[in-house]
């Protein structure tokens, strides 16, 4: 087993999103920047806190731990090396510490795409990703994929920031995250990947190590299958031109299945219902319902449904007293709208007629499309009723 | 050899229109009248929508009164038949190449739901993934998922589940279905599927082999456990009028096997953004407009990149008037707004230059987006079951009611 260990410190440049130096998959907290000198007195603070363990917002007890890990790995008789490097910010500086180990390095980015569907790319250190291309492969138009935000990190990986790793796919929370493999660790002699932390948070200290395992791709495949995964190694340089007659050829990546994480920020859309199923918790839902609450007026009919109906686990129901609702709703809506003191003056007696026939034509194409949904999910209730019944034995 | 229909078409008319191919001559606009001569269909005239109107006591659909649906083969048949009292049943399909789907994918299915609704009569949707996948080259998997994604893109559509049957080749062909094809495909010689669609020596067997499976939907007997007993049974297809060829060799072959001729209706195609003459283009979202596509998203595109056929200046618009032949957003308005005297209104103010290009876009932004926004509503209902229980094969007892 080897073990490289440098002890010169390069010079940590303050990290940037727009980074020059390819990204090696290590985030490095804002919080601690350049020179040497704050930089100790900060590894003093790092290190006391690292030994509470319990710096960040997230606790990582739930998901596997390292050792869990490797004792995996043992069982199903997989060899690994280990090997230690400090952290570092770039891939460049982390070839400086373990490139002599020869090839296979990997870079490991963790994407998320406008539909909450996760992703990790794992590539060897020397191949290009180009987000607008993957994106464009995948299907998702131009500019659908971005780096998942730093709480997607702990809440579905389980892992510190810097340590994204196939691995991580072992956690039951990231069961719906795709996996795409650079086809170049198919012919690296072994592919170095991160295990996985218990660590929350990793600070730039020259003392603090990160482990690393070197194994073969055809290992890396067997841990996958072992996890229900099934390994597949792409092409991750190429750019195939996606139009009308050449699809996206990744296309099937795409998790059917995507994550509701609570952010804010993002423009979620009410047509998320079905996907919501995958959803167990009942905080990740209210925080759902009070972000559809505030969506403008014209959809609050939408949102007041869309709450309701996830309750549901098997998905949406045929509600009566719900779907009643919405109509008399709709249909006081149109009535009270029509009833100025304007169309009072102009119609007079006439009034109630005249509103009879407005409500007839304007609301009856949408009634009937919202009655036909009801009717469909009704009949789709008795349908699956249906094929799961019992029969009486008949002898 | 005989010349194929690509060939004869572009030498006599300049224009191509087949099952993979539309392009108008010179890069103009398709001539639809030629497109009737040259196909052999007919016209679809107002006699016949007045017909449709009495005998369903509803008023014809957009698509009739507009004439976006403006060719058909025997579809005076179907109706003398309904007037005596005999049904018919719909068939109409989907390839389902693309996950996202955009208006004009929309349109037979806006179509079909009203002829359902209409007549109170039984549908069939078949999904080709298997055409896609041959074509296309995608994997068999990739196609089967886009199918079922489709059919939920479908179902929002509004169809209604005790009267539809949705499956997809894949999981369909097989017994009674498959003993059809073997038939159709008995009776068309190699020359000539070469001659209607145009294979080449290059070409796969898959290809070669498949005209049969669009082509036996059209009989009543590939669905035993809808149709038994029924043999006699007709079908009505509304399609794009460049499916004309898949079914000009079934109404070939079907007296030759001992069935009726399938009738068809037709439609023209749906412009892209950029006019007549642009391509609509699934690696150009601003081509088309989608149904995922938020309000913002419309109003950008149709305020962007719609084509206008107003003049450059206000002042210009004022003296001349625009130009309703080239201009898009009436167009879209003709597919889309449900009110005549609306419509006329408009076109009579915008063509003599007392309405700007810009209200004429505002007024179809609030018809595309209430369109969108309806459909993403139903699209939303849609589960996994449903779309199971759409695609399950069980009797339909009261198709007919």
């Known amino acids: 087993m080897g073990q490289t260990y440098r002890a010169s410190v390069r010079s940590i440049e303050k990290f940037s999103r727009s980074r020059k130096g390819r990204p090696s998959g290590f985030y490095v907290p804002k919080l601690f920047s350049v020179s040497p000198k704050p930089f100790f007195l900060s590894y003093l603070f790092g290190f006391s806190v690292l030994l509470f363990a319990s710096h960040s917002k997230t606790q990582l007890n739930m998901g596997v731990t390292k050792d869990q890990l490797l004792s995996r790995l043992q069982e199903l008789q997989i060899d690994y090396s280990k090997f230690e490097h400090p952290v570092v910010l770039t891939v460049e500086a982390q070839a400086e510490h373990v490139g002599d180990l020869g090839g296979g390095l990997s870079k490991n980015l963790f994407l998320k795409d406008k539909k909450s569907r996760f992703y990790i790319v794992s590539v060897l250190a020397d191949t290009k990703v180009d987000l607008k291309v993957l994106s464009a492969r995948l299907g998702l138009g131009k500019g659908g994929l971005r780096m998942a935000p730093e709480e997607a990190l702990g809440e579905i990986l389980q892992v510190p920031l810097g340590c994204v790793t196939p691995f991580a796919l072992v956690n039951e929370s990231a069961r719906h995250v795709s996996l795409l493999l650079d086809q170049g660790f198919k012919s690296q002699e072994r592919c170095f990947f991160h295990p996985l932390s218990n660590d929350v948070t990793i600070f730039p200290d020259p003392t603090y190590l990160l482990l690393l395992l070197a194994l073969k791709a055809s290992d890396l495949d067997k841990f996958l299958k072992s996890i229900g995964r099934d390994p597949a190694y792409v092409d991750l340089e190429a750019n195939p031109s996606v139009g009308k007659d050449q699809p996206p050829d990744l296309a099937s990546f795409v998790p059917s299945g995507s994550i509701a994480i609570p952010d804010p920020t993002e423009n979620s859309t009410p047509s998320k219902g079905p996907s919501e199923k995958s959803v167990a918790s009942t905080d990740i839902k209210s925080t759902k319902i009070t972000a559809n609450a505030s969506k403008p007026s014209s959809r609050a009919q939408n949102a007041k449904d869309k709450p309701v109906k996830d309750v549901n686990p098997s998905g949406l129901t045929a509600n009566v007293e719900r779907f009643v609702e919405e109509i008399l709703d709709k249909t006081s809506a149109l009535l009270l709208s029509q009833i100025t003191e304007e169309t009072i003056k102009q119609h007079g007696a006439q009034l109630g007629t005249v509103l009879s026939n407005s409500i007839k034509s304007c609301l009856s194409s949408e009634l009937n499309s919202t009655t036909m949904t009801f009717k469909n999910t009704a009949y789709t209730e008795g349908f699956h009723a249906g094929i799961h019944h019992h029969p009486k034995p008949k002898y | ?401």
Request: with cysteine.
């Open chain 2, 1 to 401: 050899m005989e010349k194929t229909e690509v060939e004869e078409q572009t030498k006599d008319e300049g224009q191509v229109v087949t099952p993979w191919q539309v392009a108008a001559k010179d890069s103009g606009k398709i001539d639809y009248d030629k497109l009737i001569d040259q196909f052999g269909c007919q016209r679809l005239d107002q006699f016949l929508i007045d017909r449709v109107h009495r005998l369903t006591s509803r008023p014809p659909h957009v698509f009739l009164r507009r004439g976006v649906f403006f060719a058909h083969r025997d579809f005076n048949d179907i109706l003398d038949a309904y007037e005596r009292g005999e049904k018919f049943y719909l068939y109409t399909g989907r390839g389902p190449s693309s996950e996202s789907l955009h208006l004009g994918h929309l349109i037979p299915f806006m179509f079909t739901k009203y002829l359902q609704d209409a007549f109170k009569v039984p549908l069939v949707i078949q999904l080709t993934d298997d055409e896609k996948c041959m074509w296309k080259n995608l994997s068999v998997e990739e196609c089967e998922r886009l199918a079922r994604e489709n059919a939920k893109d479908i179902i929002a559509c509004g169809f209604d589940i005790t009267r539809t049957f949705i499956f997809s080749d894949f999981d369909y062909v097989g017994g009674a279905f498959y003993k059809n094809m073997v038939r159709v495909a008995k009776c068309v010689t190699y020359n000539k599927a070469v001659g209607i669609f145009g294979f080449t020596g290059e070409d796969h067997i898959g290809k070669v082999s498949f005209p049969p499976v669009q082509a036996v939907p059209s009989f009543p007997s590939s669905f035993p456990h809808l149709f038994s007993g029924k043999d006699n049974l007709r079908c009505l297809i509304p399609c794009a009028i460049d499916q004309d060829p898949y079914f000009r060799m079934t109404r070939d072959v079907a007296p030759r096997i001992g069935y009726n001729k399938p009738a068809l209706i037709e439609s023209s195609f749906f412009p892209a953004l950029q006019g007549e003459t642009g391509k609509m283009s699934a690696s150009d979202p601003n081509s088309a407009i989608y149904v995922t596509d938020s309000v913002t998203d419309i109003t950008n595109k149709i305020n962007r990149y719609a084509f206008s056929g107003g003049q450059d200046s206000k002042a210009k618009q004022i003296l001349y008037g625009a130009n309703l032949e080239v201009d898009i957003p009436i167009k879209y308005l003709n597919f889309f707004l449900e009110d005549d005297e609306e419509l006329e209104h408009i076109k009579k103010e915008y063509g003599s230059g007392r309405m700007l290009t810009g209200q004429v876009k505002e007024r179809l932004i609030k018809v595309l987006t209430e369109l969108v926004e309806r459909h993403r509503r139903a699209r939303a209902a849609v589960t996994d079951e449903m779309v199971d229980a759409f695609m399950a094969v069980r009797p339909l007892p009261n198709m007919f009611n």
